[in-house]
T-cell receptor, first 115, second 110 residues
Framework: GAGVSQSPSNKVTEKGKDVELRCDPI?????LYWYRQSLGQGLEFLIY????????KSGLPSDRFSAERTGGSVSTLTIQRTQQEDSAVYLC?????????????FGSGTRLTVV | EDKVVQSPLSLVVHEGDTVTLNCSYE??????LLWYKQEKKAPTFLFML????IEKKSGRLSSILDKKELSSILNITATQTGDSAIYLC??????????FGTGTRLKVLA
């Protein structure tokens, strides 16, 4: 696609429910990233994909968080048994190989609210 | 531990003022530094600075990288209300990802 697309744009869920957040990167971008931005905080790295594999998932806060990427394209971030501290904006970004020449292109994010 | 620190945390100015935003970093293997503008949710790219490109300018915005001082500044001249946003600085750590600062929230009053 022309840009990085994320869905849903907003999600309100009850504590304890599972949620899935979707990211569709720019076509041809092999690198895909998930970041989280809590209120008043900077962007916190969650996970990095190169193709379908995730060489770095060091930022996932707990085993309730998981992510996958299929076909070298769409990625899904899943949060199980959501907690109120999971409330944040979840941003996806993609980049061509050679991220240091291009930087990231971000999607518009998913605002997750856990009530 | 790699880190990026931005200052000030927030800033309120009047239209026409000039502002300077600061970013300092400590990373093990510097590759590049990015500035982003975040108005709603999606950060939008402003500049990339590297060892071979330490100064960038676009209209009223300009940025300089000081590799000796491990810092960068973002200047905005003749500010407008449309410049109100959070400005994020990010530094490449290692070979594939960027570490972000907490951002500077700029508000420009008419």
């Amino acid at each position: 696609g022309a840009g990085v697309s994320q869905s849903p744009s907003n999600k309100v869920t009850e504590k304890g429910k599972d949620v899935e957040l979707r990211c569709d990167p720019i076509s041809g971008h092999t690198a895909l990233y998930w970041y989280r931005q809590s209120l008043g905080q900077g962007l916190e790295f969650l996970i990095y994909f190169q193709g379908n594999s995730a060489p770095d998932k060091s930022g996932l806060p707990s085993d309730r968080f998981s992510a996958e990427r299929t076909g070298g394209s769409v990625s899904t971030l899943t949060i199980q048994r959501t907690q109120q501290e999971d409330s944040a904006v979840y941003l996806c970004a993609s980049s061509p190989t050679g991220v240091f020449n291009y930087g990231y292109t971000f999607g518009s994010g998913t605002r997750l609210t856990v009530v | 531990e790699d880190k990026v620190v931005q200052s000030p945390l927030s800033l309120v100015v009047h239209e026409g003022d000039t502002v300077t935003l600061n970013c300092s970093y400590e990373v093990t293997n510097f590759r590049s530094l990015l500035w982003y503008k975040q108005e709603k949710k999606a950060p939008t790219f402003l500049f990339m600075l590297t060892s071979s490109g330490i100064e960038k300018k676009s209209g009223r915005l300009s940025s300089i990288l000081d590799k000796k001082e491990l810092s960068s500044i973002l200047n905005i001249t003749a500010t407008q209300t449309g410049d109100s946003a959070i400005y994020l600085c990010a530094v490449a750590s290692g070979t594939y990802k960027y570490i972000f600062g907490t951002g500077t929230r700029l508000k420009v009053l008419a």
